[in-house]
């Protein structure tokens, strides 16, 4: 969390004194690694505290808080202190954090367009956004990240993915070098580079390698396509030396049985073990 929070913080907090705001860090003392993309964490708490700097009162503060949210998710909270939101509001904000509606209409100018990014990002990220209001205490608008433990990521993800076609199909890849000469580090930025938003990426628990997870790709393009560019981009900084990869396929299954398939392929992912290596800038 201090990650996420430390990446932006300078900035919104300039922000919030340009408008007579005051902003407050509260976090609690021991959180939990989570497993998120770090541009898109960073976006989400952006577009909430810009919204809450808009609406907070003037000479007041926005309190941004991150606590454990059950024991599988930390949930990070903006709070504005300002005038209660209406139960029409409500409904309008809670239709602006469903991740597949963007609003661009003027009757939610304000909070309209902002927060429908922010139910986006926090579904992308495997959580989810919320909004909770309150006469005397203020808004509380908020989103959950899952933590960096492999069951509840794997968890999360199938839940995610059940809710696309299902007529899509779920593949899943186990890539690493041949003969290492990367860091991990090295592996995972390209992999990163190359997925989509939509694609779960774990390291492998032998630490050999990563295992990446996609929906709706055929199996010997995704991989020609993961080894060509990682070729490419080997030229592309001048790194002759570096080992090819190889690309295992791990399997393909209909998305409507992802679950059978991830327990029969992966099983060894699904152990509730976690990942100390994967930080918030890893997705």
């Given amino acids: 969390?201090?990650?996420?929070?430390?990446?932006?913080?300078?900035?919104?907090?300039?922000?919030?004194?340009?408008?007579?705001?005051?902003?407050?860090?509260?976090?609690?003392?021991?959180?939990?690694?989570?497993?998120?993309?770090?541009?898109?964490?960073?976006?989400?708490?952006?577009?909430?505290?810009?919204?809450?700097?808009?609406?907070?009162?003037?000479?007041?503060?926005?309190?941004?808080?991150?606590?454990?949210?059950?024991?599988?998710?930390?949930?990070?909270?903006?709070?504005?202190?300002?005038?209660?939101?209406?139960?029409?509001?409500?409904?309008?904000?809670?239709?602006?954090?469903?991740?597949?509606?963007?609003?661009?209409?003027?009757?939610?100018?304000?909070?309209?367009?902002g927060l429908s990014v922010v139910g986006q990002l926090a579904c992308i990220n495997l959580g989810s956004a919320s909004v909770r209001s309150e006469e005397g205490v203020g808004n509380t608008h908020s989103f959950t990240m899952p933590i960096a433990r492999t069951d509840v990521v794997v968890r999360r993800y199938l839940t995610w993915i059940s809710s696309m076609d299902e007529t899509s199909t779920l593949c899943a890849l186990r890539v690493c070098e041949v003969t290492p000469t990367e860091p991990d580090d090295g592996i995972r930025a390209f992999l990163a580079s190359v997925s989509r938003a939509t694609d779960l990426e774990l390291p492998a628990i032998d630490g050999d390698g990563?295992?990446?997870c996609g929906v709706g790709y055929k199996p010997d393009e995704w991989r020609a396509r993961v080894s060509g560019l990682y070729a490419e981009s080997a030229l592309r900084v001048g790194r002759l030396d570096r080992s090819p990869l190889v690309i295992d396929i791990l399997g393909t299954r209909n998305i409507r049985d992802s679950e059978s398939f991830l327990l029969e392929h992966l099983a060894c992912e699904l152990e509730a073990r976690p990942h100390a290596e994967v930080h918030s800038d890893c997705r």
């Fill in 1 to 113: 969390m201090d990650a996420i929070l430390d990446s932006c913080w300078s900035r919104l907090s300039e922000r919030a004194r340009t408008h007579g705001i005051e902003l407050v860090r509260e976090t609690g003392a021991d959180l939990p690694e989570v497993y998120v993309d770090l541009e898109r964490a960073r976006r989400a708490l952006t577009n909430l505290v810009v919204n809450a700097i808009k609406t907070a009162p003037p000479d007041s503060r926005v309190v941004v808080g991150a606590h454990l949210d059950g024991p599988e998710a930390v949930r990070l909270d903006v709070i504005d202190h300002g005038s209660a939101l209406t139960p029409n509001q409500l409904a309008r904000v809670g239709e602006c954090f469903r991740p597949d509606t963007v609003s661009h209409t003027k009757e939610t100018k304000g909070f309209g367009l």
């Fill in 210 to 212: 990563f295992v990446i």
